[in-house]
């Protein structure tokens, strides 16, 4: 069943891709790749919310630490500290990449893998960081500290001038996967940057699902279905909601590192509160526990969004979206299946 | 630090703080009654400014502002009757999901019927330039109506919870559901009326403030989050907690101001809840004893 829905998937990957090349359409790819990172995000945040329960109103935040810090250690320009020890090394190993700045001069950058290895250490941090006090709240008072921990970072973003304040970042480099492979918004690198972000999305699942599979897995569950009943098991429950916590964090700057390297810029707009609610809508349109659910609710809804289908209604459709939802089908439209 | 100066920052943190101090009361009335955070409470104070504003276009102030209050007292009423009366047998998180859905929306509407403009009523009395001196420090005629409206609120609600039989009849339920309700209290008209008595105070709050501070389609979100963050500080449910919590956050956030950017005072505000919140949840006044029966 699993490999199936993977297969249909990965096939309608492919069948899209090649039906905008026949019609000419290939202009919608650029919004299904972004779609892509908003669904990673989505994917990440249905793991925390259905398996071990716990809501995020603040995941937003951990897409924008992974878009800033990418953001800004790729664009420092390394020329003037050329011969210093670090650099040389850096150089020697293939992890800086000269260049040309918009204005012609020449430069000398960090690799964007160094910067992805930062932005997902970054996540970690301020996750274990947060999540120790913050994960032993429940209910109410999460949703309120998660939201307040997002509201922390947007101030940061919004009041920084090293994070670009209000304006946020822009000319971020494209990031070179591959030789031969590279991700950014050019019409040269679409198909492959569609590709590319559809491959990461699909990897993410075959973990998540396989970690599902495993023995933390069923100790999650444990979790959701009655905590006090799965610590009297012998889970250490606090132990495996951090963790849980943390993974999801790190998968949401991921899709905000390759996010900001596709589109060339961030923004603080990314780590606004409503960015956070749209994640938690999207996952409560997918059921909760339903990581396919939310896949396809991801990538429709962020489509359609990222079209400007919605016009000015646009949050509107999400906060209808999540009544609708906890009124009519809290399930998830999608059917959910047995895990 | 002259004398003046820390008095005029004084005043702006209890001004600021006795609004928070009635936001936070909105959310333990409603807590009180039916157990959840109502995440839409900021949005309430939003619409009485705005619908005030709209409203004293054509009709004397007074009129304008207890319309606002009266209009906003039925949509709070109103969206427990369409939507969270409907839910059956509700988790904590999906109640959470649907009353930030509801603040959305409300919002948005906001944002649909005014505009994205920032609108003010017109000040009580005086004008923006009328003050009064206390020790070289100004006053302005608005903040008087500010703390006049919130001990009004502070004293009419505690003598409403106290000696009127619709308000023993709240406590009880709050008290115990089940037992009100074998008692012959009607819980649901119970909890109807908590929604519609916090958005009146909410909206009463953002008519007062509204000269001081002004009004957009937005300003819920961030007032939400500062009176709930007093809300907890003072001890989830405490209504007089909430007042010495709502004054002290108030004029902390005053003092931020004087040596730190204006864009960060949130990140204090927000930082003091999150350490409130992992260190002692059950509050400055809460006993740990009773916060650890409590369903969440």
């Not at chain 2, 009757?81 to 409907?86: D, N, Q, T």
Request: overall charge positive; proline content about 3%.
């Amino acid at each position: 069943m699993r490999r199936l829905s993977f297969a249909c998937f990965a096939a309608a990957i492919v069948v899209v891709q090649v039906a905008t090349g026949l019609t000419g359409t290939g202009y919608l790819l650029t919004q299904l790749t972004m779609a892509a990172w908003y669904s990673l995000v989505v994917v990440g945040l249905c793991l925390l919310m259905g398996y071990a329960g716990q809501i995020s109103l603040g995941h937003a935040a951990f897409f924008a630490i992974g878009g800033y810090t990418t953001a800004v250690l790729s664009s420092v320009n390394l020329l003037p500290a050329k011969s210093a020890l670090p650099v040389r090394a850096l150089s020697a190993v293939g992890l800086t990449i000269g260049g040309t700045d918009p204005w012609g001069s020449a430069v000398l950058r960090l690799s964007p893998w160094i910067s992805l290895a930062a932005a997902m250490i970054a996540s970690a941090v301020v996750a274990y960081g947060i999540g120790l006090p913050v994960l032993r709240l429940r209910g109410h008072y999460l949703a309120m500290a998660t939201l307040g921990f997002g509201i922390i970072v947007y101030r940061i973003a919004l009041g920084t001038p090293l994070f670009g304040a209000a304006d946020g970042l822009s000319d971020v480099p494209s990031f070179p996967l591959f030789p031969g492979l590279c991700l950014d918004g050019t019409r040269l690198h679409r198909v492959s940057s569609y590709y590319f972000s559809w491959f990461v999305v699909l990897a993410v699942i075959v973990l998540i699902v396989n970690l599902i599979g495993s023995r933390a897995g069923r100790a999650l569950r444990a979790i959701h279905g009655n905590e006090a009943a799965a610590q009297a098991m012998g889970i250490d429950t606090s132990r495996y909601k951090l963790h849980l916590f943390a993974l999801s964090a790190v998968i949401a700057a991921m899709a905000g590192v390759f996010m900001t390297h596709y589109t060339g810029g961030i923004g603080p707009g990314e780590t606004s509160v409503m960015k956070s609610i749209r994640y938690v809508a999207i996952v409560a349109v997918g059921g909760m526990a339903n990581l396919w659910g939310a896949l396809i609710a991801g990538t429709v809804l962020n489509f359609l969004s990222l079209r400007g289908l919605f016009g000015t209604y646009d949050d509107a459709v999400f906060g209808a979206v999540l009544i609708a939802m906890m009124l009519f089908a809290p399930d998830g439209i999608v059917r959910k299946k047995r895990i | 630090m002259p004398l003046s100066l820390i008095l005029q920052y004084l005043f702006s943190g209890i001004t600021a703080g006795a609004i928070y101090a009635v936001i936070a009361i909105g959310f333990n009335i409603v807590y009180n009654t039916t157990g959840i955070i109502n995440f839409a409470q900021g949005e309430f104070v939003m619409l009485g400014g705005m619908i005030a504003i709209s409203l004293g276009g054509f009709m004397p102030l007074p009129v304008a502002v207890a319309g606002a209050v009266a209009i906003t007292a039925l949509v709070g009423g109103l969206l427990e009757f369409v939507f969270i009366r409907r839910m059956k047998n509700p988790t904590v998180i999906q109640m959470i999901i649907v009353t930030i859905g509801l603040s959305i929306l409300i919002r948005e509407a906001a944002l649909h019927v005014w505009d994205e403009k920032v609108h003010s009523l017109p000040y009580f009395t005086g004008n923006e330039i009328s003050s009064l001196r206390i020790f070289g420090a100004c006053l302005s005629p608005q903040v008087l109506w500010v703390l006049g409206t919130c001990a009004a609120v502070v004293a009419g609600l505690s003598l409403f919870f106290t000696h009127t039989a619709a308000g023993r009849a709240m406590r009880a339920c709050s008290a115990d559901r089940i037992g009100a309700m074998l008692c012959g209290i009607n819980a649901r008209t119970m909890v109807t009326l908590s929604f519609m008595i916090s958005a009146a105070i909410g909206a009463l709050a953002g008519c007062v403030i509204s000269p001081i501070t002004s009004t957009t389609y937005d300003c819920g979100t961030s007032l939400a989050v500062k009176g709930f963050t007093v809300a907890i500080i003072g001890g989830l449910g405490n209504s007089a907690g909430a007042v010495v919590a709502g004054l002290l956050l108030g004029i902390v956030e005053a003092f931020c101001i004087s040596f730190m950017p204006m864009s960060y005072r949130d990140v204090v505000v927000i930082a003091i809840l999150l350490a409130a919140l992992s260190l002692k949840p059950s509050g400055l006044f809460g006993s740990s004893a009773s916060h650890a029966l409590k369903e969440f």
